[in-house]
């Protein structure tokens, strides 16, 4: 059993770090929207809406893994 809660803990820590690279790519993906904004590539609107599909992107992915964690924590716990 507390072998199970270690590999537990371990998984969340992959979920975890899962989550921080996804944040990064999220902030270089606004960084790289923002600069086209500025550049005068991209409008306003545009700028917003980009970001706004990005941040949508990432919330699904982030429940995606969240979702992955819970069903292989249960599969770990399972007897």
Not at 34 to 53: A, N, P, T, V
Not at 55 to 78: F, N
Request: proline share 0%; glycine share 2%.
């Amino acid at each position: 059993a507390e072998r199970r809660k270690e590999f537990c803990k371990l998984a969340a820590r992959y979920a975890e770090d899962g989550k921080v690279a996804l944040r990064n790519i999220r902030r270089d993906a606004i960084d790289k929207v923002k600069k086209q904004e500025k550049d005068g590539d991209l409008s306003e609107d545009q700028s917003r809406e980009e970001q706004e599909k990005v941040q949508k992107l990432t919330d699904r992915y982030i429940v995606e893994l969240e979702k992955s964690l819970a069903d292989k924590e249960a599969d770990i716990l399972k007897v």
